[in-house]
């Protein structure tokens, strides 16, 4: 009875979701310490460029050379922008602890782009909540949802959105895409009801 073709096959059911359980936690795991360890080496890079003043010399080739020589040493995820963006990393999250545990390097490499710390701080909040992969990520930011958001017109709800994430009270709220309708002419308001428009 205990070995009946039911219970192996349950056995073999059981290992399989063991084995995808464990690495997808050595996965997870890998990616935290890859991104803290970027981290520091921005938190390096930075160090180095100030030299213990309290803002960077300018006019260095500091990246094209560290770019060439860390990737003669250590591989090719060593590119210019790759160490421009771990820079950046460092100075936006000056700690170290706020770095999500969720988020890949490729997720922080695309926000990252963004040039406005409400926007880098909405787009972190956004794929930690909603668990977006980076192609959403991307595809999120090419449609400029924040920007969107910011027309709203409502700036203490975008800072609020840019620290706490969107959160969809309703199912509807998912599916309905906003609109900008200014070359209506009609009075502005915060909101309007489709009916109304």
Known sequence: MKNSPENYKLLIGTIGNLLREGRMQAARTVNTILVLTYWKIGQHIVEFEQDGKEKAGYGTQLFERLSKDLTTLYGKRFSRSNLVYMRKMYLYFPICETLSHILTWSHYFEILKSDSDLEIGFYSKQCEKENWSVRELKRQMKSMLF?????????????????????????????????????????HKEQYLEGEL
Do not use: C, W
Request: aromatic residues 8%; proline residues 2%.
């Open 147 to 187: 920007h969107r958001l910011a027309l709203s017109k409502d700036k203490e709800g975008v800072m609020k959105l840019s620290e706490e994430g969107m959160y969809t009270q309703n199912a509807e709220d998912i599916i309905k895409d906003p609109y900008i309708l200014e070359f209506l002419g009609i009075a």
